[in-house]
């Protein structure tokens, strides 16, 4: 396998063609155009769609359109693009449309720093639309992780009928490595579960045993209601309220039992650390570093890294706090996943974020002044 020198943003392209994705609609906006722009050229080759939009709204709208019609469907925005997405990234929560939506993220609030990065759209990935919704965030450290969860991003969403976020800062985005992607027979390839049962008898959003109704598209005679409203099973708005719950339990149930599979985390070095680093995205590589140099200084520091970030990987806490005395939360926000981190912990052990907002990314030396209680040039302990 031939390696290749790949930036962020293109190794997000190659991943999202070899998984199948085969529409791309989106709007132009920096940290994220390479994406657009690479699809909109290779897409055409392959049989696929692209379509540039008017907007944002207009962008999350139409590959909400396309998944429901059969499609396997991508966009990609930074946060003010993220922001207009929210009301029809609900309405695709509700309509179970698989879709894919890339959040290189920079610099807010609002235009912000459009140029520089953060990790300011954690919580917006979560809660950013309204109600009581499901939803899967990932997040990659690496060109190739990049490549690798776009490709599980797009598994996710059709596997669980979901919008799923790919969350990246900047830094990944635009980082060049040299990678070595595998071969394209070799790409994990998962389609969403159709019907095989005659069109008058499909109940299109019919609970199940993995709570995940199956999907048919339009075009191939089945006819049915798709609403952002609470509906039944066949697909009609109700009020009902054991309608209303039943939808509402079955839309979290079929996330809830997949965490084991959602809830990807790795650590390093943990097994006698005694202080414990918990971060995600580009930060990951800062702190493996600061890990490595203050395990040469004799101190006994690990890492967690994060890949997913909703729904939270509180598995990755169960036994933590048996085993260390500290955890550090930098993070390139004033403390967005800390918050998480201080829920699970449960009070049990001192949780501190490092904090860095500036436009910079948070460096080994960051990290470990906050460690050694000197405080960070630029990154804030608390």
Same mark, same amino acid.
């Given at each position: 396998?031939?390696?290749?020198?790949?930036?962020?943003?293109?190794?997000?392209?190659?991943?999202?063609?070899?998984?199948?994705?085969?529409?791309?609609?989106?709007?132009?906006?920096?940290?994220?155009? #390479?994406?657009?722009?690479?699809?909109?050229?290779?897409?055409?080759?392959?049989?696929?769609?692209?379509?540039?939009?008017?907007?944002?709204?207009?962008?999350?709208?139409?590959?909400?359109?396309?998944?429901?019609?059969?499609?396997?469907?991508?966009?990609?925005?930074?946060?003010?693009?993220?922001?207009?997405?929210? #009301?029809?990234?609900?309405?695709?929560?509700?309509?179970?449309?698989?879709?894919?939506?890339?959040?290189?993220?920079? &610099?807010? /609030?609002?235009?912000?720093?459009?140029?520089?990065?953060?990790? &300011?759209?954690?919580?917006?990935?979560?809660? &950013?639309?309204?109600?009581?919704?499901?939803?899967?965030?990932?997040?990659?450290?690496?060109?190739?992780?990049?490549?690798?969860?776009?490709?599980?991003?797009?598994?996710?969403?059709?596997?669980?009928?979901? /919008?799923?976020?790919?969350?990246?800062?900047?830094?990944?985005?635009?980082?060049?490595?040299?990678?070595?992607?595998?071969?394209?027979?070799?790409?994990?390839?998962?389609?969403?579960?159709? /019907?095989?049962?005659?069109?008058?008898?499909?109940?299109?959003?019919?609970?199940?045993?993995?709570?995940?109704?199956?999907?048919?598209?339009? &075009?191939?005679?089945?006819?049915?209601?798709?609403?952002?409203?609470?509906?039944?099973?066949?697909?009609? /708005?109700?009020?009902?309220?054991?309608?209303?719950?039943?939808?509402?339990?079955?839309?979290?149930?079929?996330?809830?039992?997949?965490? #084991?599979?959602?809830?990807?985390?790795?650590?390093?070095?943990?097994?006698?650390?005694?202080?414990?680093?918990?971060?995600?995205?580009?930060?990951?590589?800062?702190?493996?570093?600061?890990?490595?140099?203050?395990?040469?200084?004799?101190?006994?520091?690990?890492?967690?890294?994060?890949?997913?970030?909703?729904?939270?990987?509180?598995?990755?806490?169960?036994?933590?706090?048996?085993?260390?005395?500290?955890?550090?939360?930098?993070?390139?926000?004033?403390?967005?996943?800390?918050?998480?981190?201080?829920?699970?912990?449960?009070?049990?052990?001192?949780?501190?974020?490092?904090?860095?907002?500036?436009?910079?990314?948070?460096?080994? #030396?960051?990290?470990?002044?906050?460690?050694?209680?000197?405080?960070?040039?630029?990154?804030?302990?608390?």
């Amino acid at each position: 396998m031939e390696a290749k020198l790949l930036m962020g943003n293109e190794a997000c392209c190659e991943g999202a063609l070899a998984v199948g994705v085969d529409f791309f609609g989106g709007y132009p906006i920096t940290p994220s155009n #390479e994406i657009g722009e690479i699809m909109s050229r290779r897409l055409p080759k392959v049989g696929g769609r692209f379509i540039q939009m008017e907007d944002e709204i207009g962008s999350m709208a139409c590959i909400v359109g396309a998944s429901i019609a059969g499609r396997k469907t991508m966009t990609a925005t930074s946060g003010p693009g993220f922001s207009l997405m929210q #009301e029809n990234l609900g309405f695709a929560a509700m309509a179970e449309a698989p879709c894919v939506i890339v959040n290189v993220m920079r &610099g807010g /609030p609002s235009t912000g720093m459009p140029t520089l990065p953060s990790q &300011g759209d954690v919580q917006q990935a979560r809660w &950013g639309t309204h109600g009581d919704h499901p939803i899967i965030a990932l997040t990659p450290s690496t060109v190739r992780e990049v490549f690798d969860l776009t490709v599980t991003s797009v598994n996710f969403a059709e596997k669980y009928r979901t /919008p799923v976020v790919l969350l990246m800062d900047e830094v990944i985005g635009h980082l060049r490595e040299k990678v070595v992607l595998p071969q394209k027979e070799s790409v994990e390839v998962v389609n969403r579960a159709k /019907p095989t049962c005659p069109p008058e008898w499909y109940r299109p959003f019919e609970d199940n045993k993995s709570g995940v109704p199956l999907m048919a598209p339009f &075009g191939e005679g089945y006819r049915y209601h798709v609403t952002g409203l609470t509906h039944d099973e066949m697909g009609f /708005p109700t009020t009902k309220k054991d309608e209303v719950d039943a939808l509402n339990q079955r839309l979290h149930r079929k996330i809830r039992q997949g965490f #084991e599979e959602i809830m990807i985390h790795e650590s390093f070095l943990m097994e006698d650390a005694t202080t414990a680093i918990v971060t995600y995205g580009c930060v990951v590589r800062s702190a493996k570093t600061a890990v490595l140099e203050m395990r040469q200084e004799g101190k006994k520091v690990g890492l967690i890294k994060l890949t997913t970030l909703w729904p939270f990987p509180r598995i990755a806490f169960e036994n933590l706090s048996d085993q260390v005395e500290e955890i550090f939360v930098p993070e390139m926000n004033m403390g967005q996943l800390y918050r998480e981190v201080v829920r699970v912990n449960h009070g049990k052990r001192v949780v501190r974020k490092i904090s860095k907002v500036d436009g910079e990314m948070i460096s080994p #030396e960051d990290i470990m002044r906050a460690i050694k209680r000197e405080g960070g040039s630029g990154a804030k302990v608390y």
